[in-house]
């Protein structure tokens, strides 16, 4: 019987390690899919009760595509329209246009630029295979996000259910772990996207409202620093308060410091506990450490996935030292 035993565990370790090589060209992906279908399931299980779960995990995902891509698309054309044009202003800055244009024609010759021609040939037909290459794998990659996000929706509670049922757990606790690991990726991946987003706004309204070139720009930047821990909206308006003031436009920059300083920072602090919830919130220390390691580890994800990895490890230390901790200490004197 220990024999069996043995036999099963090892063939299920090899199995688990062959199954986690399958699953890592494509963990982006799977962990879009993962978060994507934890997002989505709230809305699923009240559809599914008046067309059923496979058409209501169909329609959600046709309809989330939709409000996600369209708008997207726009704010990455308006995007790249003013991020031309920040660059530019940026490149006059620091070099005055007609230095830089004198340096172009000084030092930068055709083959620096494309190479020499012996070369160029492989050269393209080796950036054209990257591309096609990358575009491939893009495709297949979304073609695994969008299959696994059905079946997540339609098959995800049975998955928890099985889990339940696989871990030796007593049920109070596994419950206990369950709705902590819950409010905790409440939390992280709805609670920090949705404030980030928030101050994206609230800064782009300050943008706005002072005449600040490019706000559309700058409003989409400071939603991606707002995803990271002791970055935040600050480094985009301050700066843009200081860039006021040097250009001589006094009032426009000492409303846009006070404005950043009062609304935008302050809605942090009101914001963040409001949508993730107060009992959730992880150690600052632990929240900065996981976001960085998990970038590090997991790629783009690992700004969601890498706090809640160490949140995790928190909660299952918590319980065994409460638990089981004490039945595992010898007795004071034992030998």
Same mark, same amino acid.
């Given at each position: 019987m220990?024999r069996d035993?043995? =036999?099963?565990?090892l063939?299920?370790?090899?199995a688990g390690v062959?199954s @986690?090589?399958?699953?890592?060209?494509?963990l982006?992906y799977v962990?879009a899919?993962?978060?994507?279908?934890?997002?989505?399931?709230?809305?699923?299980?009240?559809? !599914?009760?008046v067309v059923g779960?496979?058409v209501?995990a169909?329609?959600l995902i046709?309809?989330?595509?939709l409000?996600?891509?369209?708008?997207?698309?726009?704010v990455?054309?308006? @995007?790249l329209?003013?991020?031309?044009?920040v660059?530019?202003?940026?490149?006059?800055?620091?070099?005055g246009?007609?230095?830089?244009? !004198? =340096?172009t024609r000084?030092?930068?010759s055709?083959e620096a630029l494309?190479?020499?021609?012996?070369g160029?040939?492989?050269?393209?037909v080796?950036?054209?295979?990257?591309?096609?290459g990358?575009?491939s794998?893009a495709v297949?990659?979304?073609?695994?996000l969008?299959?696994?996000?059905y079946?997540l929706?339609?098959?995800?509670?049975?998955?928890?259910?099985?889990?339940h !049922?696989?871990?030796?757990?007593?049920?109070s606790?596994?419950? !206990?772990?369950?709705?902590?690991?819950?409010?905790?990726?409440?939390?992280?991946?709805?609670?920090?996207?949705l404030?980030?987003?928030?101050q994206?706004?609230?800064?782009g309204?300050? =943008?706005?409202?002072v005449?600040?070139?490019?706000?559309?720009f700058?409003t989409?930047?400071?939603?991606?620093?707002?995803?990271?821990?002791l970055?935040?909206a600050?480094?985009?308006?301050?700066p843009?308060?200081?860039?006021?003031?040097l250009?001589?436009q006094?009032v426009p920059?000492?409303f846009?410091?006070?404005?950043g300083? @009062?609304?935008?920072?302050?809605?942090?602090n009101?914001?963040?506990p409001?949508?993730?919830?107060?009992?959730?919130?992880l150690?600052?220390?632990?929240f900065?450490?996981?976001? =960085?390691?998990?970038?590090?580890?997991?790629?783009?994800?690992?700004i969601?996935f890498?706090?809640?990895?160490?949140?995790?490890?928190?909660?299952?230390?918590?319980v065994?030292v409460?638990e089981?901790?004490?039945t595992?200490?010898?007795p004071?004197?034992?030998?």
């Amino acid at each position: 019987m220990e024999r069996d035993r043995s =036999f099963l565990l090892l063939a299920i370790g090899v199995a688990g390690v062959l199954s @986690v090589l399958l699953l890592y060209p494509f963990l982006q992906y799977v962990l879009a899919a993962v978060l994507l279908a934890y997002v989505l399931k709230p809305v699923h299980r009240r559809l !599914e009760r008046v067309v059923g779960a496979r058409v209501a995990a169909v329609s959600l995902i046709a309809v989330s595509t939709l409000a996600v891509l369209l708008p997207v698309a726009l704010v990455v054309q308006v @995007v790249l329209r003013e991020a031309r044009s920040v660059f530019a202003a940026v490149r006059d800055l620091l070099s005055g246009a007609t230095q830089f244009e !004198e =340096f172009t024609r000084m030092n930068v010759s055709v083959e620096a630029l494309f190479g020499s021609a012996q070369g160029s040939g492989s050269t393209l037909v080796g950036s054209v295979v990257d591309v096609f290459g990358g575009l491939s794998n893009a495709v297949i990659g979304l073609t695994v996000l969008l299959f696994l996000l059905y079946y997540l929706l339609t098959d995800g509670t049975a998955l928890v259910a099985w889990i339940h !049922e696989a871990i030796p757990l007593p049920p109070s606790i596994q419950d !206990e772990l369950h709705a902590r690991i819950d409010r905790l990726m409440w939390a992280v991946l709805v609670g920090n996207v949705l404030v980030a987003v928030v101050q994206g706004i609230l800064t782009g309204i300050g =943008f706005f409202v002072v005449g600040f070139p490019s706000a559309v720009f700058w409003t989409v930047v400071t939603v991606l620093l707002s995803l990271l821990p002791l970055i935040g909206a600050s480094v985009v308006w301050i700066p843009a308060s200081v860039y006021l003031a040097l250009t001589g436009q006094y009032v426009p920059a000492g409303f846009l410091f006070v404005y950043g300083a @009062v609304v935008v920072s302050l809605s942090d602090n009101y914001l963040r506990p409001v949508i993730g919830g107060r009992e959730a919130r992880l150690n600052p220390g632990l929240f900065v450490v996981g976001i =960085f390691g998990g970038v590090a580890a997991l790629g783009v994800m690992g700004i969601f996935f890498g706090p809640i990895v160490l949140g995790v490890l928190k909660a299952l230390v918590d319980v065994y030292v409460r638990e089981y901790a004490d039945t595992d200490a010898l007795p004071v004197g034992s030998d």
